[in-house]
Structures are given as structure tokens and as C-alpha cells.
């Protein structure tokens, strides 16, 4: 009997050292499992300015943003920003332009003792800044998102799609692409079927500059379909300088105006010196076919899931 007890004892004592040797590998493992989700998941982006993929952070929590095409982006999928350049903010985006977000310089002028101070995850730049790399990337993870214009909807989708990746919206971009692309395709369905051609000027007290197909605003012809007046304008940032002679002689039947002035705050207006006795001999005016695109879209910012939903339906007005 005493035999007995004292193998069911010492039993008992085993079952109870295994179970507590099972616990210990369980929180062991558990604790393993934890530190694993606790490192954070990275977006490995490549970009024109970097000879190496710049590791980003997935969701970051202080972002500065250069690009007001990106800033619109991130606001059209509810993605807060610390700070961007608070001058000259597009109007459509005005709510940036308040305290609670740091102001980090101009478009042309960042301010890198702010900007350094803010410790930011994350730093998105443009064409503006792009001379300017390699001092932001000596604060944070910096990353290049400018447009492609001679691929302008492969580039856009691009970046709406790395903002989505990065920000953990992949659904929503998807869902917004999907609804632009078919917004497009109904344009260009309409434009293909039209013998209308159109030109694209850019208005700056009271100068006018030319851009046509695969140009810094060619959307409108390489992905809208409209058909160009003039086939051989120069390609550059800044246009094809001509006169208001040029305009008639290419006689548009629509004339697409971008108003720099209004865009920037100069307070002249585009109208009154493109509407002048040589224009309203063209079949534009005379259709009552000049369209003012506003500035803030296809100047300041562009490229963006707000801004390109309202570019097309700037541009859907022409017809």
C-alpha cells in the first residue's frame, strides 16, 4: 500500500513538471510571436533619384509631403501628413493651411533646420525639389514621385498605387483607379468619333506658352484623345513660347487655357488677355470652345486621385 501511494505520488509530480515544462515552451513561443509582430513591416520603393530601393516604413506616422498631386492623394484615402510647404496651398486643398500642420518652407525653398527638427518617417518630393535629394534623404527616407508626362497614366497610377501600398489602402486606390479609368475610356470614345482638334496654352500675365502631345500637360491629347492643332510643338517644362498671330494661324476648334496667374495669386486674369481681337477670330471663340482649366489642378498640383477626377471633368466639358 505504502508502495503504491509513493508511485502515484511521484507520478503525479511528473505530470505536473511535464505540463509546466509545455507552459514554458508555450510562452516562450508566444513571447517569439510577439517580437516577430512587433518589427515592422518595410516598402521597398524604387525611384529615378536613388541608385538603391529606399526602404519605407508601412503606415508612417509623421510624413512631410512636397507634392500637392501626393498631398491630395493621401487626403482623398484619409491619410494625415505632419507637415508641407503652406505656401501657395491649392485652394481645394485649403485645410492644410492651418497650424496643426508644420509649415516646412516653399515648393522651391524647403526649410531643412524645420523639417530636421520634425524627425519625420517619411519624406515625398517632386519634380521642384528633385535638385534638392540628397539633403532630405539625410533626414529621413525620401522618395520621388514625379510625373512622367510622356507616360502620364502609367506614372499617376504608379504613385496613387505605391501611396495606397504604403499606407495599407490598396482596395480603395484599386476601387478609384478602376472608376477613372472608365470615366477616360468614355472620353476617348467620344473624341475618337470627333474631328475636332484642340490646342493647349498656358496663360501668365498676359504671355502665352504652347504644349502639345507627350508634354507636361499632353494628357489631354495622349490619354483624353483629343486631336492636336499643331503636332510639332516643342516639348519642355515651360513650353513652347508663340503670340496670339499663332493662335490664329493654327485656328483651334477648341482652346484649352491654363490660367497660371489665377493659380498662384496674381490676381490678373487669364480672360481678358486671351480673349482679345485675334482670338475671337478663331472657330474656338466663335463655338463658344475656350475652356480655362483651373491652375491649382493642372499647375500646382495634378497627378493626384482628387485632382485627376477633376482634370477630367474639366476636360469633358469641351465636349
Excluded at 42 to 47: C, D, P
Excluded at 185 to 203: P, R, W
Aim: aromatic residues 8%; hydrophobic residues 35%; charged residues 30%.
Amino acid at each position: 500500500m505504502k508502495k503504491l501511494t509513493m508511485t502515484l505520488l511521484f507520478a503525479s509530480l511528473m505530470i505536473v513538471l511535464a505540463a509546466c515544462g509545455t507552459k514554458d515552451k508555450k510562452d516562450e513561443g508566444s513571447t517569439s510571436g510577439s517580437d516577430a509582430n512587433n518589427v515592422s513591416e518595410t516598402v521597398s520603393v524604387k525611384h529615378e533619384l536613388s541608385d538603391t530601393p529606399v526602404e519605407v516604413t508601412k503606415n508612417p506616422e509623421k510624413v512631410v509631403v512636397f507634392d500637392f498631386g501626393t498631398l491630395d492623394t493621401l487626403d482623398d484615402l484619409g491619410v494625415e501628413v505632419a507637415g508641407l510647404p503652406r505656401t501657395n496651398v491649392p485652394g481645394y486643398l485649403s485645410k492644410y493651411d492651418d497650424d496643426k500642420y508644420v509649415n516646412v518652407g516653399s515648393l522651391k525653398e524647403p526649410d531643412f533646420e524645420t523639417i530636421h527638427e520634425m524627425k519625420p518617417d517619411l519624406i515625398i518630393i517632386s519634380g521642384r525639389q528633385s535638385d534638392l535629394y540628397e539633403q532630405f534623404e539625410e533626414i529621413a527616407p525620401t522618395i520621388y514621385v514625379g510625373i512622367d508626362t510622356a507616360h502620364y497614366m502609367d506614372s499617376f497610377k504608379h504613385n496613387a498605387e505605391l501611396m495606397g501600398e504604403i499606407f495599407g489602402k490598396e482596395d480603395k486606390v484599386k476601387s478609384e483607379l478602376a472608376d477613372i479609368d472608365e470615366r477616360v475610356a468614355a472620353i476617348k470614345e467620344k473624341t475618337a468619333a470627333s474631328d475636332e482638334n484642340a490646342l493647349i496654352v498656358l496663360a501668365n500675365e498676359g504671355k502665352v506658352s504652347a504644349y502639345g502631345p507627350s508634354s507636361r500637360f499632353g494628357i489631354i491629347h495622349d490619354v483624353m484623345g483629343y486631336k492636336a492643332a499643331d503636332e510639332k510643338i516643342e516639348v519642355s517644362t515651360h513650353g513652347q513660347n508663340i503670340t496670339f498671330e499663332y493662335i490664329l494661324e493654327k485656328n483651334p476648334d477648341i482652346l484649352f487655357v491654363i490660367d497660371r496667374d489665377a493659380a498662384i495669386g496674381n490676381g490678373a486674369s487669364a480672360k481678358d488677355s486671351v480673349e482679345n481681337e485675334l482670338v475671337k477670330k478663331t472657330d474656338a471663340y466663335k463655338n463658344g470652345k475656350i475652356v480655362y482649366l483651373n491652375g491649382e489642378y493642372w499647375y500646382l498640383s495634378g497627378g493626384g486621385l482628387l485632382s485627376m477626377k477633376a482634370m477630367i471633368e474639366e476636360v469633358e466639358s469641351a465636349l
